[in-house]
């Protein structure tokens, strides 16, 4: 469920910019807003799409944010049923 050049990103994703080994892993925003919060399988493509941590401390910060956005969601979910 990952963005690919046909579908926007639906969510935050950690990527490197070149498949270097020294390359810093930098952090890509979602093509849309996420309004309507998490979903499961919005949240597991968080998970997926962010493999490494971003290097600079602001975009690991926005990262961890999104981090709670879902977590937070997903626990209404369950709450909810």
Do not use: C
């Not at 963005?3 to 892993?25: C, I, W």
């Not at 499961?40 to 956005?69: F, H, N, Q, V």
Request: no cysteine; aromatic share 6%.
């Amino acid at each position: 469920m990952r963005g690919t050049p046909d579908s926007p990103r639906r969510t935050v994703a950690v990527t490197a910019r070149n498949r270097s080994r020294f390359a810093r892993p930098r952090l890509h925003y979602p093509d849309t807003a996420l309004g309507t919060g998490y979903d499961a399988d919005l949240a597991r493509e968080l998970l997926a799409s962010t493999g490494e941590l971003p290097t600079s401390k602001s975009e690991l910060i926005a990262l961890l944010a999104e981090y709670r956005r879902a977590v937070y969601s997903l626990t209404q979910l369950l709450v909810q049923q």
